[in-house]
């Protein structure tokens, strides 16, 4: 059984090579007396009273106190067990116990008064019973009763909670806890005062609210919660006027021949939402600072025209501007796209890849650094060394979530000028509202919120693997049509660990099945050339059916497909399958997109798939994936360096998140210096907190 175990002076079991207690404590981010001040128990035990067993009801976890009338150790089918009957002035009740020291027979030796404290467990026979109780006898069975209840703390290895208790009541006192938000502020939304709040939470006394401590309704907690929103508000603010501080072209906006020409030539007119979102953009653009917003707006809603508009602000104001995407499909595709709109207009646009030619890209260089070079396209080539612009005074980012942090930071460093380029992001994976409040106060946000007329809902089905035969006749069906399709696998390799169909089995198998149709194959490690050729082909309708891995997920846009099948669906996230669904649907005909899914998934594979089935609506489906998976990773690299909250939870308190971004703007309106050693006592470095 277990083995004697030494203290050591702070009171950490002395157990075999554990690593140094500081380094342990600060594996739990127990560093400062703050840190020990923020950690709140995980939940309490309630040892203040005692309950009388006849009044004990299953569920209930509670302090008895009686007298030990029998015990006995027997033999069952799962080892040795032991259980002792206690009795109080008004019944008895059984102590059970399967895991014991041979002690315990004395410890609850007949006639002995004791104190059980426990979860009482209706048993096999129907009367109650205490699994396991905590045991309390001789003195500490007689002592008064506890005046609050006891906490019991988040710990890590080798940690006990009576050092952890002794430690956080130390931090308690040692701390000044003078109530750093001016009470103006809390009173006003009857929040109780920090000091007060953080004891309470510590040590709730004997009677406090259970469940308003538990689900953190209770205005202590919610005091915390507001603290931490409003810290997190004051650093992002911050964080944004230091970032704002830089100043930016101030482009003219007002009328330009080079756009109406544009519009002119567009074989269609704006939505409304467009026209809206670009007269946003261009208000920044007009402003000396410089623009930071989020453009967002389901997949198909026409945002590449937004942006085109955009970058003819730059060119028509005599400077340059550029335009971003994750990878080399999709930022071919704009440059053949936005070429073929603004080459007719005397525009010069350049194309920039890893890929060009030595030759091809000393050229495209030397373009850009002379200024011949007007609108700029490419992947990240165009953020790497030895690019040097002109006049960038705008950068446009496609699909920004697929950039990390560092790579849009290295967006915003500023030119030979000295000015910094406004910049734009664009993506269809929307971010919901209360995340994009708390992690990206500091962009503005524009939404399309309008798809362009004519287009068809896309059908969405799921079908088992088993069923590929049927999905192969509805593909024949529609390419019969003059549609074209997109099949998508999860994988280009075989792999040993998933049984799944990789990309290159699948091309071959479905080109032996469809000897009458052309087949063509993209995945990531395939030649660039190769691959740009096949995509070719595809636009041209050459390719009717498109054998692709995830490369495809974003931008991709040949109106004339028509119908999606997606393998192994369960294996994608889900913002992938709707941004994979988003691939048709985009010209007049009726689209479909059907998911083949192996029946053997997950619940949240499951999940994921009713989902996608049951919303179109990215904004939907964003929030219900923020709700599957939790800020965390639903971020992920997206926004790394971001601290994340503890104990705020967005979707539970919107409200508080609302009021503590109006107090942030004040605060910091009246006492900006308070309101930042506030806020950094809760997140040391707001360096981190760069949200690019
Ligand atoms: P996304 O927002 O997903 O990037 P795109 O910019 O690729 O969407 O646009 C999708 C398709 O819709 C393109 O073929 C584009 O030319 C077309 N489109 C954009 N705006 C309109 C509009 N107002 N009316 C009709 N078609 C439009
Ligand atoms: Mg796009």
């Known amino acids: 059984m277990a083995t004697p175990v030494n203290k050591e002076k702070d009171g950490v079991i002395k157990g075999e090579k554990l690593a140094p207690l500081s380094e342990r404590l600060a594996k739990l981010g127990l560093v400062r007396d703050w840190d020990f001040v923020l950690h709140l128990p995980?939940?309490?035990?309630?040892?203040?009273?005692?309950t009388p067993i006849d009044s004990l009801e299953a569920g209930q976890t509670v302090q008895i106190e009686g007298t030990v009338i029998s015990q006995k150790f027997f033999t069952t089918s799962r080892g040795m067990q032991f259980t002792a009957e206690i009795q109080d002035p008004t019944g008895t009740m059984r102590a059970r116990f399967v895991h014991f020291y041979p002690s315990i027979q004395y410890q609850l030796a007949k006639g002995k008064h004791v104190r059980l404290y426990g979860e009482v467990r209706l048993s096999y026979y129907n009367?109650?019973?205490?699994?396991?109780?905590?045991?309390?006898t001789g003195k500490s069975a007689e002592s008064e009763l506890d005046s609050s209840l006891t906490p019991i703390y988040p710990a890590g290895e080798g940690i006990q909670q009576g050092w952890l208790r002794k430690r956080i009541a130390r931090a308690l006192l040692d701390l000044s806890l003078k109530d750093p938000v001016p009470s103006d502020y809390t009173e006003n939304l009857g929040l109780p005062p920090l000091a007060e709040s953080l004891k309470?939470?510590?040590?709730?006394?004997?009677?406090?609210?259970?469940?308003?401590?538990?689900?953190?309704?209770?205005?202590?907690?919610?005091?915390?919660?507001?603290?931490?929103?409003?810290?997190?508000?004051?650093?992002?603010?911050?964080?944004?006027?230091?970032?704002?501080?830089?100043?930016?072209?101030?482009?003219?906006?007002?009328?330009?021949?080079?756009?109406?020409?544009?519009?002119e030539t567009l074989p269609f007119d704006l939505t409304r939402a467009q026209k809206r979102v670009v007269s946003e953009i261009e208000a920044d653009l007009s402003r000396s600072v410089p623009a930071h917003r989020l453009i967002q707006g389901d997949v198909g809603c026409g945002k590449t025209v937004v942006a085109t508009l955009s970058i003819l602000r730059a060119v028509a104001d005599g400077h340059q501007a550029s335009l971003m995407a994750p990878t080399e499909i999709l930022a071919e595709q704009h440059y053949r796209k936005i070429y073929a709109w603004l080459a007719p207009l005397g525009v010069n646009v350049v194309w920039l890849t890893g890929r060009l030619k030595p030759a091809e890209k000393r050229e495209a260089l030397s373009k850009i650094a002379s200024g011949d070079a007007q609108?700029?396209?490419?992947?990240?080539?165009?953020?790497?060394a030895g690019v040097t612009f002109h006049d960038l005074v705008l950068s446009i980012v496609?699909?920004?979530?697929?950039?990390?942090?560092?790579?849009?930071?290295?967006?915003?460093?500023?030119?030979?000028?000295?000015?910094?380029?406004?910049?734009?992001?664009?993506?269809?994976?929307?971010?919901?509202?209360?995340?994009?409040?708390?992690?990206?106060?500091?962009?503005?946000?524009?939404?399309?919120?309008?798809?362009?007329?004519?287009?068809?809902?896309?059908?969405?089905?799921?079908?088992?693997?088993?069923?590929?035969?049927?999905?192969l006749s509805v593909l024949r069906y529609e390419v019969a049509q003059g549609r074209q399709v997109y099949w998508v696998c999860p994988l280009i390799e075989e792999s040993d660990a998933l049984d799944l169909t990789p990309a290159t089995t699948c091309f071959e198998e479905l080109k032996e099945k469809l000897p009458e149709l052309t087949v063509g194959l993209v995945h990531g490690a395939m030649p660039a050339a190769d691959k740009e050729a096949t995509m070719k082909d595809f636009q041209h309708g050459?390719?009717?059916?498109?054998v692709a891995t995830t490369v495809i997920e974003v931008g991709v846009d040949v109106p004339n497909a028509s119908l999606m099948i997606i393998e192994h669906a369960e294996r994608f996230g889900l913002a992938q399958l709707h941004q994979l669904r988003g691939r048709v649907g985009r010209g007049a005909a009726k689209s479909a997109c059907i998911l083949l899914y192996d029946p053997a998934l997950s619940e949240i594979g499951k999940e994921r798939l009713k989902?996608?089935?049951?919303?179109?609506?990215?904004?939907?489906?964003?929030?219900?994936?923020?709700?599957?998976?939790?800020?965390?990773?639903?971020?992920?690299?997206?926004?790394?360096?971001?601290?994340?909250?503890r104990f705020a939870d967005l979707d539970r308190d919107e409200t508080l998140l609302t009021t503590a971004r109006d107090v942030a703007v004040k605060w910091l309106r009246s006492d900006p210096d308070a309101a930042n050693a506030f806020a950094r006592r809760w997140f040391e470095s707001p360096e981190a907190f760069l949200s690019a």
């Open 42 to 50: 995980l939940r309490y035990e309630d040892l203040t009273s005692i």
């Open 127 to 136: 009367d109650l019973e205490m699994v396991h109780p905590k045991v309390k």
């Open 200 to 263: 309470y939470l510590h040590n709730p006394p004997a009677g406090a609210d259970a469940l308003g401590l538990q689900n953190r309704s209770c205005p202590q907690w919610q005091r915390l919660i507001f603290d931490e929103l409003l810290a997190q508000q004051i650093t992002l603010k911050s964080t944004r006027e230091v970032a704002s501080q830089n100043a930016a072209r101030a482009l003219s906006i007002g009328k330009s021949e080079l756009i109406n020409k544009f519009l």
């Open 375 to 384: 609108v700029i396209i490419g992947t990240h080539a165009l953020i790497q």
């Open 398 to 471: 496609d699909e920004q979530h697929r950039f990390g942090v560092l790579q849009r930071l290295a967006l915003r460093v500023p030119g030979p000028n000295g000015l910094i380029p406004h910049l734009l992001m664009l993506s269809a994976t929307p971010i919901p509202r209360t995340l994009a409040m708390s992690y990206l106060a500091d962009l503005e946000v524009s939404v399309i919120d309008e798809l362009p007329p004519g287009r068809t809902p896309i059908m969405t089905k799921l079908a088992r693997l088993s069923r590929k035969e049927e999905v």
């Open 542 to 546: 050459i390719v009717q059916v498109l």
């Open 611 to 645: 989902i996608i089935y049951e919303s179109s609506d990215g904004f939907e489906i964003a929030r219900r994936d923020l709700e599957l998976r939790g800020p965390g990773e639903f971020l992920g690299e997206r926004q790394s360096g971001m601290p994340f909250l």
